[in-house]
């Protein structure tokens, strides 16, 4: 998570300087959208881990304890990219011994297809843009802020999974029935 340069207005002859320190390495982050198939009155629900360096395959089964108690132990089928601690024996071999987890796969070299990119993308575009945080601590903080707008705005979830094509039952979620 380095700093997302943006284009910005200054002064004539006053270009803007990205000033940081990045006293830290890397912060990684791991997030699910989720959309519940038979009920979508219930809205998308958006869960997130901020965690300092990189997950490994140990890392992701504790952020998937964590999104267990999230769901409340609800049926969840996970769509996954081909990340390879989501895919590695460890996780397959802890996989099989969930009852209430299934996971798919997108295909390989499909960011267009995952809602997740999506968000991503929304985020670096307002609040990480020209953040240059001192701290890991300041962009976790504006991360969060935009977590909460996306969690905020029940529209915006959904609009990530219909501008990848993909759909689920009921095919017209009530926020983005034609009628409205």
């Given at each position: 998570m380095l700093p997302q340069v943006r284009r910005t207005y200054a002064p004539r002859g006053r270009t803007p300087l990205l000033r940081h320190r990045l006293n830290w390495k890397r912060a990684s982050m791991a997030g699910a959208l989720g959309y519940h198939s038979t009920d979508p009155e219930r809205g998308a629900r958006l869960c997130f881990?901020?965690?300092?360096?990189?997950?490994?395959?140990?890392?992701?089964?504790?952020?998937?304890?964590?999104?267990?108690?999230?769901?409340?132990?609800?049926?969840?089928?996970l769509v996954w990219d081909g990340l390879s601690a989501h895919w590695s024996r460890a996780m397959r071999a802890w996989v099989t011994e969930q009852d209430w987890l299934t996971l798919e796969r997108l295909p390989a070299y499909a960011p267009e297809l995952n809602p997740e990119e999506l968000m991503w993308s929304s985020l670096k575009k307002r609040e990480l843009a020209n953040l240059a945080g001192d701290h890991l601590a300041d962009v976790a903080d504006a991360t969060e802020q935009g977590i909460h707008r996306i969690n905020h705005n029940p529209q915006l979830p959904w609009s990530f999974l219909a501008h990848t094509g993909l759909t689920i039952r009921p095919t017209h979620p009530p926020n983005l029935r034609k009628d409205q």
């Open positions: 881990h901020l965690k300092p360096g990189s997950y490994d395959t140990i890392a992701l089964i504790e952020v998937l304890e964590q999104m267990k108690a999230f769901y409340r132990g609800e049926q969840v089928v």
